[in-house]
């Protein structure tokens, strides 16, 4: 599952910033990092879950199949 820190990264990379107790309500945001408000950390977080999510189907047929290198190898 995407977090809150993942979603807040996604939207400002250099964010510098501490989440308490998983709480959207107890973020503090350090060395002048703007504020990001709730709303647009859960609709980045929504995005990225959606994305993720989407992505499920090739991540299960990559871990069924061997890799290029194993195949050259055998």
């Given at each position: 599952m995407i977090d809150f820190g993942q979603a807040i990264k996604a939207i400002n990379?250099?964010?510098e910033f501490a989440i308490r107790?998983?709480?959207l309500?107890?973020?503090e945001w350090f060395n002048n990092t703007p504020t990001i408000?709730?709303?647009d950390i859960l609709a980045k977080q929504t995005e990225?879950?959606?994305e993720y999510d989407a992505l499920d189907y090739a991540r299960k047929r990559?871990?069924?199949y061997p890799t290029?290198?194993?195949l050259?190898?055998?």
């Open positions: 990379p250099n964010a107790n998983e709480s309500d107890t973020i408000s709730k709303a990225l879950q959606a990559k871990a069924e290029i290198e194993e050259v190898v055998a």
